[in-house]
């Protein structure tokens, strides 16, 4: 049987939010889609981008997977989804924004800060979170720093080493060395809704101003 | 600069769903998620889990890659994002349900049915929808079907497809034969937002009753 | 030299099967091979599918790797010798049944069991019994289950996995459906000549009545 | 339904070959298997090798894939069956001689010989058979030569390419450079029962006497 609760849910957004943009999702339907933003966000359930940025159907372009990463440009590796999806953001949509969107609480980053990668008897989860790895090095040793303190410094610094990883490949360096396309580092905080951004000339983390 | 639509779309998310749901959203960021869906959807901008089945934060543990697909299990391959998110989904989140939720008018889709592979001079779109051979295979040859009946054909036999490799994983299998895990296949039609879902007796998609 | 049992076998052969099958030897040289059933072996020198199955030349398309596994469809990876042999077998053969044979006492199997992969100090074993993998999630933990109970439901379990990969190639599955191709697994007991069989509705492995 | 001619056939070997056996059966089922001969074959039907070679049980370890190929070392890819199964017999069965064992009118060879690679729409065999490749480099041009001739000589040239490749595994190059382990190149006639064995001296496939 198919879930109660996403029939009721497709109910209301039927009645409601597809009603009210009929228009728009008949135009949306009629060739393919353009968005210009493309999110990289975590398949977390509490931070759906459509959500947190309010945006409506063929605005983003959204890749999730377990704590936001982007491999670097690697060639040898079979089913890069991501990198795939990348590709076609910036070659086929000719995306103008990439934002990659990391959370507080993130269950993936806590895990390898714990070391308990592998995480589970599989084989998947051990390896793909092993992609943390360099934002770890780059932070330096935990020492006697408190786990939440660590984590959150985690979630950070690995929004910055997906955001050097994206430059690895070149059809996205080129663009942004033309000027044709901008990378963008943010992360949402769960409790207080606050949004930190990365800036650009300071390579630091700031709160948008509410 | 962060781009603008993002900035008015976040201060309206703060100023309406997030004042609504702030008791939510604070319990929520106390622990980790429990959500008991997982929905494998698309990139595609127009087609956002959350808005579709009107979901609150915290009830959609959400993978999104082109074309909503899932390899089979293979234990080789380096950086299984998708593999890897079931994974947690199954063994950590111990989610109730996976749907596969697919669309009309997917970008991926129609790049395979147009033997576009490769899609771009890049390595990995072209590697990534060759995921979908077998659900062409076992469609048989397009002989003279029109490229969008073929397309629409295709997007539902992908999805299958993906229930298939979903019982590959042991972890999966285990669970879906004693009952504590149900897999489900959707389609979304983005003009006219109709949904057709996967009949577990028939193997047939029919629309869900508006 | 060439192994001098070989040169003896051969020349009992050519004197006695040989001799006897000529007339079946001459019209089967003539064109190509139209079996009609194919089995996926083990290497294992104890269970030749032609001996256990008293089989005739031309009657049996045999692959044969370490514990008769088959693959998921998988498509980046090179060098798939048994899905190359699957889809000879299905597209150009038109094979009407698939039997994966395992049998007891496996040592592919028991390493993996053992969790002595990888066994030695190459590549490749580890890798391929690596496959064993989702068989072993379906079983859950071993507990304090004896190795030889544990390795006897491992060898059933991955019969049952390989089933379950062959319906990954749409080719298979669209014929499986359509009625025109059978999948079987079966199990040999070396000492005591026992052939379990697959049972299709109770899905639980039944002796053959002798 | 199991098939008929399996069940029959089984029955068949239960009262004739495995009662005659049954000791020896009972023997090899103690512990492992310990076969001093290797033999890599091809899946056709016609040729097993256990017939040619009038083997017993437990005498014969064989692989069995289209076209009886090795692949040369090679680590990147995945899922490597034939160098898994090679591996298992060097390391751990101390296998003495390993055969590579070809035939007339293979399918897999011919489909090379007719440029009918890709064979079918699909992407195994394609790949599997490329492997031949070298050794019809080796050959030079067909130039106007006969389909069946050329033929002919590619099934021993890529027996020959076979042999090369098996040398760039170290574990097998250490043991033939030690003498601990022969190779040999065979080639079966199906319609005439005729062996051709490479010669080590005079690197040509001569008729065994019969």
Redesign the interface.
Known sequence: ???E???K??????G???EAE?KR??T??????S???MVIGC??????P??????R??????????AN?V?PH????????????????V??LNI??I?VLGH??C??I?AYAEKMAP???????G???N?IAPAADMLGERGDMALDDYTSKLELASIGQSLVNLMTFG?VRRRVEAGTL?L?G?CF?????K?M?LDDSSKQFRP?A?
């Open positions: 049987m198919f879930p609760k996403l029939l849910g497709y109910h209301s957004f039927l409601n939010r597809f009929r999702y008949e949306l339907a009629e060739g393919l889609q968005p210009e933003i398949c977390d359930s509490r931070v759906s459509e959500i947190i940025f309010d945006a159907p063929g605005e983003l372009f959204v890749v999730r997977n377990v990463l491999p690697e060639t040898n590796g079979a089913f890069h989804g991501t990198s795939a999806a990348l590709e076609f953001a070659e086929v103008k924004h934002v507080q609480r269950g993936g806590r995480l589970t008897s599989g084989d998947f989860i390896k793909w979170i992609m059809m901008q963008h943010a905080g769960i409790g207080d809704g949004l951004v948008l509410a």
